[in-house]
Nanobody, 113 residues
């Protein structure tokens, strides 16, 4: 059974940092690209970043320079380090297997003073 479990969300002040984790099971993780998406209240889900199996990364312009995606194949886990958070980063964050319709349940991030 394929499963993605996100964690690490929470409430943080503007300018703060959080690190999200997504633990995968039931897939060949080291062979899979992984992506992060987010959905703010009342808005459509949007792509944030992805990391391919060869460690190539790509980021949405809105997070470039602030967010870093990484992976640990030994732990079947992908991470999203989020720095200099802004109120507009408030959303539910989801991980996804690249090119497959496999999603986690999401973790909530709220950036507010």
């Amino acid at each position: 059974q394929v499963q993605l479990v996100e964690s690490g969300g929470g409430l943080v002040q503007p300018g703060g940092s959080l690190r999200l984790s997504c633990a995968a099971s039931g897939i060949s993780f080291s062979s899979s690209g992984m992506g992060w998406y987010r959905q703010a209240p009342g808005k459509q889900r949007e792509w944030v970043a992805h990391i391919m199996r060869d460690l190539r990364t790509n980021y949405a312009d809105s997070v470039k320079g602030r967010f870093t995606v990484s992976r640990d194949n030994a732990k079947s886990t992908v991470y999203l380090q989020m720095n200099n958070l802004k109120p507009e980063d408030t959303a539910d964050y989801y991980c996804k297997v690249y090119n497959r319709d496999i999603w986690g349940q999401g973790t909530q991030v709220t950036v507010s003073s």
